[in-house]
């Protein structure tokens, strides 16, 4: 069975600061995974995904994971937080033929 | 239109009516799914289609039915709900079911209120 936790309900970050959302996975098996975000009203939209071909992806708006099977971790940074990157980020795991299993999010606020 | 679009965005219904949630994807895929979204609580799957025939009802109560009358449209029927069923219920479609590292593309949401 898989499994996916986020440390952290809550981050808040100054705007220019570096973000780092925390992001643990459980699969029996190589698992392929997922970072969504989702902004006020609105569905959710794919950041970046891992597909095993390399361990570090890099995503849209600047944001970046590293997959690490060692810490079975796939945390997100962005080097320097924008305003505009407030919003509510999920991870999420799947295993090549099991539905996908969302984390329980992590909101980020940004600090002027 | 491009994307996933959903209607309606808002809907406040009473516990006795009956609504129909709508769903269509332009993007040529033939999975499409139902998603509720609690404040608090994790993302709850609740119906997956794949080529037009439901392969997951994740122990959804009977007061929602699905419907899926091609792989482009899926519809929520709701009737009876109760207050507790309030909440943004979000539409997905991906090009499959279990291909492996397949994206979900997702709706803006239908933000239920249920009085």
């Known amino acids: 069975a898989q499994s996916v936790t986020q440390l952290g309900s809550h981050v808040s970050v100054s705007e220019g600061a570096l973000v780092l959302l925390r992001c643990n996975y459980s699969?029996?098996?190589?698992?392929?995974l997922f970072w969504y975000v989702q902004y006020p009203n609105q569905g959710l939209q794919l950041l970046l995904k891992y597909t095993s071909a390399a361990t570090l992806v890099k995503g849209i708006n600047g944001f970046e994971a590293e997959f690490k099977k060692s810490e079975t971790s796939f945390h997100l940074t962005k080097p320097s937080a924008h305003m505009s990157d407030a919003a509510e980020y999920f991870c999420?795991?799947?295993?090549?033929?099991?539905?996908?299993?969302f984390g329980p999010g992590t909101s980020l606020s940004v600090i002027p | 239109e491009t994307g996933v679009t959903q209607t309606p965005r808002h809907l406040v219904m009473g516990m006795t009516n009956k609504k129909s949630l709508k769903c269509e994807q332009h993007?040529?895929?033939?999975?499409m799914y139902w998603y509720k979204q609690s404040a608090k609580k994790p993302l709850e799957l609740m119906f997956v289609y794949n080529f037009k025939e439901q392969t997951e009802n994740n122990s959804v109560p009977s007061r929602f039915s699905p419907e899926c009358p091609n792989s482009s449209h899926l519809f929520l029927h709701l009737h009876t709900l109760q207050p507790e069923d309030s909440a943004l219920y979000l539409c997905?479609?991906?090009?499959?079911?279990?291909?492996?590292?397949?994206?979900?593309?997702f709706g803006p949401g239908t933000r239920l209120t249920v009085l």
């Open positions: 999420a795991v799947k295993t090549s033929y099991d539905k996908v299993i």
């Open positions: 699969s029996s098996v190589p698992p392929y």
């Open positions: 997905a479609s991906s090009p499959q079911t279990g291909a492996g590292t397949d994206t979900q593309y």
């Open positions: 993007l040529g895929h033939n999975a």
